[in-house]
Structures are given as structure tokens and as C-alpha cells.
């Protein structure tokens, strides 16, 4: 499981890719992690930063990026984390083994009170977390 490379692919690469990017690192800091969108926003969503330092995870000094940036990279997953119906799941061209789509909600789509919105973040934020361990116990742990 020497030098595990993965790219988490979102839409805007501001929210979910990036908490996603977060717990994974967290799981294993040895694994190459990084986070892109096709239409990246070049922001974090503070919210997104906020629900993730609650929990003790730092991703303030994460970039959003641009897919781009990634294409000529080999991959070992390549996993895709946008969820509605409405969003269009982007499609990776560059060199991967393994293409994965796990799904979330997009949080930042959330409205209503301030509350409700934080609560959102907060549920997707534990969607991710789970899903992302269970991703990391069944194909990267080391057996």
C-alpha cells in the first residue's frame, strides 16, 4: 500500500471534496490526497471549515483547485463525492485504476435559518466521515 494516490472530485471543490479530503488524510497522513473540481470556485467554504475544526480537522490551508491540474497525474482512486440529481458528476480523463462514487448532499445548496443550514453541514459532514471509512477500511487499510 506503498504511495496510495487519491483525487476527490467534486464540482466546485469547495465544500464536500474538501471535508472528504480532510478525513481521509486524517485516516492515513501516508496517502497522497488531493481534492479538484471541474469548475472549481479557487475558495473554501467557511462553513465547510468551520464543521471540519469542530471536530479537530484543520482544511483552512486547502486550495481549490482545478481538475486540470491533476490530468497528467496517475491515480490510484479517483472518487467522485457530488450527490443530487440536478448536479452533474464530473468524469475523470486522466490515467486512474480505480473510479469510485461515493455521493453527498451538497450543504451549501441548504437554505432556511442559520441553524438548519449549519445542521446540514454537519449531517453531510457525518455522511462523509462515514463513508470515507468505510471506503479506507475496505481498500486501503493496511490488511
Same mark, same amino acid.
Given at each position: 500500500?506503498?504511495?496510495?494516490? @487519491?483525487?476527490?472530485?467534486?464540482?466546485?471543490?469547495?465544500?464536500?471534496? !474538501?471535508?472528504?479530503? +480532510?478525513?481521509? !488524510?486524517?485516516?492515513?497522513?501516508?496517502?497522497? $490526497?488531493?481534492?479538484?473540481?471541474?469548475?472549481?470556485? +479557487?475558495? =473554501?467554504? !467557511?462553513?465547510? $471549515?468551520?464543521?471540519?475544526?469542530?471536530?479537530?480537522? #484543520?482544511?483552512?490551508?486547502?486550495?481549490? #483547485?482545478? $481538475?486540470?491540474?491533476? =490530468?497528467? #497525474?496517475?491515480?490510484?482512486? @479517483?472518487?467522485? @463525492?457530488? +450527490?443530487?440529481?440536478?448536479?452533474?458528476?464530473?468524469?475523470?480523463? +486522466?490515467? @486512474?485504476?480505480?473510479?469510485?462514487?461515493?455521493?453527498? &448532499? #451538497?450543504?451549501?445548496?441548504?437554505?432556511?435559518? &442559520?441553524?438548519?443550514?449549519?445542521?446540514?453541514?454537519?449531517? $453531510?459532514? &457525518?455522511?462523509?466521515?462515514?463513508?470515507?471509512?468505510?471506503?479506507?477500511?475496505?481498500?486501503?487499510?493496511?490488511?
Amino acid at each position: 500500500m506503498l504511495n496510495m494516490k @487519491v483525487l476527490i472530485l467534486c464540482t466546485g471543490n469547495s465544500c464536500r471534496s !474538501q471535508m472528504a479530503h +480532510g478525513f481521509l !488524510q486524517s485516516f492515513d497522513p501516508s496517502i497522497t $490526497v488531493c481534492s479538484a473540481g471541474t469548475e472549481a470556485s +479557487g475558495k =473554501l467554504n !467557511q462553513k465547510a $471549515v468551520a464543521a471540519m475544526k469542530e471536530i479537530g480537522i #484543520d482544511i483552512s490551508h486547502h486550495t481549490s #483547485d482545478s $481538475v486540470e491540474k491533476y =490530468l497528467a #497525474d496517475e491515480w490510484d482512486y @479517483v472518487i467522485t @463525492v457530488c +450527490g443530487g440529481a440536478n448536479e452533474a458528476c464530473p468524469a475523470f480523463m +486522466g490515467k @486512474v485504476k480505480h473510479r469510485l462514487h461515493i455521493g453527498f &448532499d #451538497d450543504p451549501s445548496h441548504a437554505l432556511g435559518t &442559520d441553524e438548519f443550514i449549519w445542521s446540514e453541514f454537519i449531517r $453531510v459532514r &457525518d455522511e462523509i466521515k462515514a463513508g470515507f471509512w468505510k471506503f479506507y477500511e475496505e481498500n486501503l487499510k493496511m490488511k
